[in-house]
């Protein structure tokens, strides 16, 4: 069975101070691992993919295949991120996503 | 494109009506996926659709909640006979059949049960 575990409700981060969303997961094969985002008032949307190892908005996110892990990292904290954060697997093919319960990250100007 | 919709967006039912909630899909997506959150908590995966077709219905309440995606028409979820805890908001999200990762998600249906 897939399992994704987001370890922090919420966490709170100053304006310019570095951020790590934490993520680890649980699965036999070798899943695709992603980063969903909602903000206030809109709808969630894709942030990022692992296969792509791209940089958006500042944001990345490195897969640790040792560790099952799939952090979120962000240098330098705008007030524009806070937002909701889901990391989520999909083990590939028709099988479903798995979401993790998500954390909330909130930039203290 | 207009994006996943989904109607309506707030829906108040009384303890013992049936809720019937649409999605339709984005545009040449043949798959969709419902969602539940609680208030405070995070997504909950209900149940995978193709077309005319359930995939997965594991995160589904075994008794009066009942889901399609029938040939022509919008997905449909039911709950029937609410109780309060039916009270979440319920997100509907479709992807196309080749990258059944990138869900795009709609702007959500929010169930009140007095």
């Known amino acids: 069975a897939q399992r994704v575990t987001q370890p922090e409700k919420l966490l709170s981060v100053f304006k310019g101070a570095p951020v790590e969303l934490k993520c680890n997961y649980s699965y036999s094969g070798s899943p695709e691992l992603f980063w969903y985002v909602q903000y206030s008032r809109q709808r969630l949307q894709l942030l990022l993919r692992?296969?792509s190892r791209e940089s958006i908005k500042g944001f990345t996110a490195d897969l640790n295949k040792g560790e099952t892990s799939f952090h979120l990292k962000k240098p330098f904290a705008q007030e524009e991120d806070s937002a909701m954060y889901y990391c989520?697997?999909?083990?590939?093919?028709?099988?479903?996503?798995?979401f993790g319960i998500g954390t909330k990250l909130q930039v203290i100007p | 494109n207009a994006g996943v919709m989904q109607n309506p967006r707030h829906l108040v039912r009384r303890r013992g009506q049936e809720a019937r909630l649409r999605c339709s899909p984005m545009?040449?997506?043949?798959?969709v996926y419902w969602y539940r959150q609680l208030p405070e908590e995070g997504l909950k995966f209900m149940v995978y659709l193709q077309k005319e077709n359930i995939i997965d219905e594991s995160g589904m309440p075994k008794e009066r909640f009942s889901a399609e995606f029938p040939k022509e028409g919008p997905s449909i979820l039911r709950i029937q006979q609410v109780v309060r805890g039916d009270s979440a908001a319920y997100f509907c999200a479709s992807s196309p059949p080749t990258s059944t990762y990138e869900q795009y998600f709609g702007p959500g249906t929010r169930l009140t049960v007095t």
């Open positions: 692992h296969i």
């Open positions: 989520a697997l999909s083990p590939g093919g028709y099988q479903k996503v798995t």
């Open positions: 545009k040449g997506h043949s798959h």
